[in-house]
């Protein structure tokens, strides 16, 4: 297992256009998250699922956003209709779902809209 | 006030100094997590602890969950070091800080 992948590692797009970023988590870890992170700060929670299921979306996550992992290995993040606000870097991480495992996090893709 | 805060923001050293990286959370907790962050993005889990103390060569964390704060230390410094150092906290998902940015001189 190589780590959590991400795809594409940058994204340029015009606003208004949508865009969709995937993340490969370590096979084993039934847990994904999605993390957004702007220039000078720490990321900040998007969602995750545990398998398939969505268990948590942050009021961040507007309705122009959406996340799938639909068989419970990859994930899908999925931006319509970009806004400028939206350029950041889009962390993955994966993780078990027992308590006090650590986490493993992807490049990340970075995305600017212009 | 952020939940989770780190001191201080920016940090330069000497290679070869003794480096602490602080970090104090307002949120109840089951773990502590220290980061590293090069530049391009990619984030390095160093250390997931949730009570006293871990060594893993030059770098130690050490967390009073009564105070509700942790130390990340550094010894003997290296340029390589140079990086941003977040701390975060949580267990179904994670509250970041805003990361220490470290840079070692030669």
């Known amino acids: 297992d190589t780590g959590v992948s991400q795809d594409p590692r940058h994204k340029i797009t015009k606003r208004g256009q949508n865009v969709t970023f995937r993340c490969d988590p370590i096979?084993?870890?039934?847990?994904l998250y999605w993390y957004r992170q702007t220039l000078g700060q720490g990321p900040e929670f998007l969602t995750y699922?545990?398998?398939?299921?969505?268990?948590?979306k942050s009021r961040l996550l507007s309705d122009r956003f959406s996340a799938e992992r639909p068989k419970g290995s990859f994930s899908t993040l999925e931006i319509q209709r970009t806004e400028q606000g939206d350029s950041a870097m889009y962390l993955c991480?994966?993780?078990?779902?027992?308590?006090?495992?650590?986490?493993?996090f992807g490049s990340g893709t970075r995305l600017t809209v212009v | 006030k952020n939940e989770v805060e780190q001191s201080p923001q920016n940090l330069t050293a000497q290679e070869g100094e003794f480096i602490t990286i602080n970090c104090s959370y307002s949120?109840?907790?089951?773990?502590l997590h220290w980061l590293q962050q090069h530049p391009g993005g990619g984030i390095v889990s160093l250390f997931m602890?949730?009570?006293g103390k871990k060594k893993h060569g030059r770098l130690i964390a050490t967390i009073n969950i009564q105070e509700k704060h942790s130390s990340l230390h550094i010894t003997a410094s290296h340029p390589r070091d140079s990086a941003v150092y977040i701390c975060?906290?949580?267990?179904?998902?994670?509250?970041f800080g805003t990361g220490t940015r470290l840079q070692v001189f030669p």
């Open positions: 991480a994966s993780s078990y779902s027992t308590a006090n495992y650590g986490y493993t």
């Open positions: 096979s084993e870890h039934n847990r």
């Open positions: 699922f545990q398998n398939e299921a969505q268990l948590e």
């Open positions: 949120v109840g907790i089951s773990a």
């Open positions: 602890l949730s009570s």
């Open positions: 975060a906290v949580g267990s179904d998902k994670l509250i």
